[in-house]
Structures are given as structure tokens and as C-alpha cells.
């Protein structure tokens, strides 16, 4: 008796990256700045952080309009929205964060 192969329809994965440096305003690198990449449509939010040399990366995301929110301790927030990225699509979002105000109570 032979074996009766059946072509089985797969599915293909798809997903869409955003990458990026984080860096100050003499464009050095700002490693360990958290990156908060939120879907406009859902609200639903990845969150990861920018390594040594400034530069993040939010991978399997899924297609559609992303906004991207940088803070670390020492800088003003920085906030970039409507950032379109496509299916099967990497898409690059530098971002320069300014020198925020350092109070001290006394």
C-alpha cells in the first residue's frame, strides 16, 4: 500500500519591524532608554529598550500605524506619531532626545 501525500495549504507569517537609534543632542548614543511603540488602532503597546550603541529594534509587530514614545531619566520625553509601517517592512524611526531640566530641592 503506498503513502497518499496531501498538499497541506501553510500559512506565511507576517509581521513588520521598527528599528531605530536613540541618541542626545550631540548625537551620541543614549543606551538603556525605554521605548514604548504603541499600535494607534489598538492601544496595544511593545515596549523594549535601546542597547549600548542607542539602537532599539521592535520586531513581529503587526502592519499598521505605530506611535513611538522614548523617556529616560535626564531627558524630556520624545514622541513621534503616525509612523506607517507595512507588512513584511522594516522601518527605520531615529530619535533625539533633548537634555531635560534637573531640579534640586533643598
Do not use: C, H, W
Amino acid at each position: 500500500m503506498g503513502a497518499l501525500i496531501v498538499p497541506v495549504a501553510g500559512f506565511s507569517q507576517v509581521e513588520a519591524r521598527l528599528f531605530g537609534t536613540v541618541t542626545d543632542p550631540t548625537g551620541s548614543a543614549v543606551p538603556d532608554a525605554e521605548v514604548k511603540i504603541t499600535a494607534a488602532a489598538t492601544g496595544v503597546s511593545t515596549l523594549v529598550r535601546s542597547g549600548p550603541e542607542g539602537n532599539y529594534v521592535a520586531p513581529q509587530l503587526v502592519a499598521g500605524t505605530y506611535n513611538i514614545e522614548v523617556s529616560k531619566t535626564g531627558f524630556v520625553t520624545a514622541r513621534v506619531t503616525g509612523v506607517l509601517v507595512r507588512t513584511n517592512e522594516s522601518v527605520r524611526s531615529n530619535i533625539q532626545l533633548a537634555l531635560g531640566v534637573v531640579a534640586t530641592a533643598v
